[in-house]
């Protein structure tokens, strides 16, 4: 059966929505810091969910105009509001699915995704179809994670296989949560020109509190969004995922460390 691309593993809970919120103001210095697009000009956000990560472009380039898509329509209404709340005048949502997107060739200046390639069943087709859009000499921006990037002490299997269980839901979902090393490829495999990848890393220890609130409150709970799919799928027992959450916890508290890498791409269209 082919994946609903409305449907992905992290689910649409209030939780989730929380976390990409939490995820978006948390992440904003290290992701966005070096994105700014100029006055007047065309940006498409694809994928903008609950529009998280789109009052922070909106607000960072006030006098761009941006135009946010995402396939699910209940998400839109939520970015809207959002939008709205944070007096963002510069944005309009719609509707879209990536794959088929309802603009002209050439449309955009430029182009933003985040977090989407990594649910997706063909990110190679859906940057064919971004790149369609943007007209020459745009740029694409891409970021994603990758979750075996994630690296802690103490060290424990339990903690590792409570990862693995998310990795292989979402790869089984069609996706995949190890696409961060790959965006390089990707980009030039599309056809992009001048494509430069940056790794952001997050690392957390007693001396880094506030990277430590990032590593429980998008990291972790991003893993324990998939207990009750992990569960039934049989993947792990009651007890052994307890341990694994129990000890990716431990690594936040004293003594431990723990470090995750984000991946932003920038990429030209044309030659
Ligand atoms: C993890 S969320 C990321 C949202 C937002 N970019 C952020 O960083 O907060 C992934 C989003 O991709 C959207 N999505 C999945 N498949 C899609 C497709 N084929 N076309 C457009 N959006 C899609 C989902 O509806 C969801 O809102």
Same mark, same amino acid.
């Given at each position: 059966?082919?994946?609903?691309?409305?449907?992905?593993?992290?689910?649409?809970?209030?939780?989730?929505?929380?976390?990409? %919120?939490?995820?978006? $103001?948390?992440?904003?210095?290290?992701?966005?810091?070096?994105?700014?697009y100029?006055?007047?000009?065309?940006?498409?956000?694809?994928?903008?969910?609950?529009?998280?990560?789109?009052?922070?472009?909106? @607000?960072? $380039?006030?006098?761009?105009e941006?135009?946010?898509?995402?396939?699910?329509?209940?998400?839109?209404?939520?970015?809207e509001? @959002?939008?709205?709340?944070?007096?963002?005048?510069?944005?309009?949502?719609?509707?879209?699915?990536?794959?088929?997107?309802p603009?002209?060739?050439?449309?955009?200046?430029?182009?933003?995704?985040?977090?989407?390639?990594?649910?997706?069943?063909?990110?190679?087709?859906?940057?064919h179809?971004? @790149?369609?859009?943007l007209?020459?000499?745009?740029?694409?921006?891409?970021?994603?994670?990758?979750?075996?990037?994630?690296?802690?002490?103490?060290?424990?299997?339990?903690?590792?296989?409570?990862?693995?269980?998310?990795?292989?839901?979402?790869?089984?979902?069609?996706?995949?949560?190890?696409?961060?090393?790959?965006?390089?490829?990707?980009?030039?495999? %599309?056809?992009? $020109? #001048?494509?430069? /990848?940056?790794?952001?890393? /997050? #690392?957390?220890?007693?001396?880094?509190?506030? $990277?430590?609130?990032?590593?429980?409150?998008?990291?972790?709970?991003?893993?324990?969004?998939?207990?009750?799919?992990?569960?039934?799928?049989?993947?792990?027992?009651?007890?052994?995922?307890? @341990?694994?959450?129990?000890?990716?916890?431990?690594?936040?508290?004293?003594?431990?460390?723990?470090?995750?890498?984000?991946?932003?791409?920038?990429?030209?269209?044309?030659?």
């Amino acid at each position: 059966m082919e994946p609903d691309p409305r449907m992905y593993v992290h689910g649409r809970t209030v939780r989730e929505a929380e976390r990409l %919120a939490y995820q978006a $103001s948390g992440l904003a210095h290290i992701l966005h810091h070096d994105t700014r697009y100029p006055a007047g000009s065309q940006v498409l956000e694809a994928a903008c969910g609950i529009g998280a990560q789109t009052v922070i472009l909106a @607000k960072n $380039s006030p006098e761009a105009e941006f135009v946010a898509v995402d396939i699910s329509p209940e998400s839109l209404l939520q970015a809207e509001r @959002k939008a709205a709340h944070e007096g963002c005048a510069n944005i309009t949502f719609r509707t879209a699915d990536v794959y088929d997107l309802p603009f002209g060739p050439g449309s955009f200046d430029h182009v933003f995704v985040c977090f989407l390639l990594e649910h997706l069943d063909d990110p190679l087709l859906a940057l064919h179809r971004l @790149k369609t859009v943007l007209r020459p000499g745009g740029t694409i921006t891409v970021i994603e994670g990758d979750h075996g990037s994630a690296l802690f002490y103490p060290d424990s299997l339990d903690a590792h296989r409570v990862i693995r269980c998310l990795i292989d839901i979402q790869r089984e979902m069609g996706g995949n949560s190890l696409i961060g090393r790959e965006l390089w490829h990707l980009l030039n495999e %599309a056809g992009f $020109s #001048y494509v430069q /990848v940056s790794p952001r890393l /997050v #690392y957390a220890d007693a001396g880094h509190p506030e $990277s430590i609130e990032k590593v429980k409150n998008i990291f972790i709970a991003m893993v324990e969004g998939v207990r009750e799919e992990a569960r039934s799928r049989g993947m792990v027992t009651g007890p052994e995922w307890e @341990k694994g959450i129990r000890d990716l916890y431990r690594t936040t508290e004293n003594g431990g460390t723990f470090a995750y890498t984000f991946f932003k791409a920038v990429g030209v269209q044309g030659e």
